[in-house]
Structures are given as C-alpha cells and as structure tokens.
C-alpha cells in the first residue's frame, strides 16, 4: 500500500519559517519525483517545489524562489520543503506527490501565516 504523508505545518508569523516533511513509502516501482503542491482558497493548485531524487535536481514556482528549498531525505522517499521568510500568501494547505507509475497525493498539511 502507497502512503505518502506530510507533516510540519502550522501558524507562523509573516518572515518565519515552517519546514514541511513529506514520506513516501510502499512503492513497486521507482519514484520518479517529488512534489509540493499547494492550495489556497480562491486560488488555482500551484505546483511549489519538485525534486528528482536521483539526480537532486530542482524546481521551483517563481513566487517561492530564493525562500523555498526542496531537499531529499535519507534512507527513504522523503522531500523536506524549507519555507523561510513567509509571507502571508504562501497561507494554504500543502500537499505532497509522489511521482511513480501514478501519481501519489498526501492529505495534505496547512500552513498559516497570520500577524
């Protein structure tokens, strides 16, 4: 059975910082890549961060560049994303995927930034 589970949100301040978990297990096949989503209201879902863990290659929305950074855990399929410097627009629920033979979506974790 595939789970991918994200963790790590919560309520930050406007400049803080959350950094978001997200663990991928029960594969068959090779995950080909890593994904942040995210979701706020009124807004379309924008694909934030994306990893190939074999390479390491990365890619990021242009609103989340130089303060968002995607990185590869150790011993599994993990994708930490590291938001500094948040903003009150980045307030929404972020979702992990994972890439295999199909694509593997988590429930998702919400982060709020609020003064």
């Known amino acids: 059975e595939v789970k991918v589970v994200e963790s790590g949100g919560g309520l930050v301040h406007p400049g803080g910082s959350l950094r978001l978990s997200c663990e991928a297990s029960g594969f068959s096949n090779s995950v080909l890549s890593m994904n942040w989503f995210r979701q706020a209201p009124g807004k379309e879902r924008e694909l934030v961060a994306r990893i190939f863990p074999v390479s390491g290659t990365t890619n990021y929305a242009d609103s989340v560049k130089g303060r968002f950074t995607i990185s590869r855990g150790n011993g599994r399929n993990t994708a930490y994303l590291e938001m500094n410097n948040l903003k009150h627009e980045d307030t929404a629920m972020y979702i992990c995927?994972?890439?295999?033979?199909?694509?593997?979506w988590g429930q998702g974790t919400q982060g709020t930034v609020s003064s």
């Open positions: 995927c994972a890439r295999a033979a199909n694509d593997y």
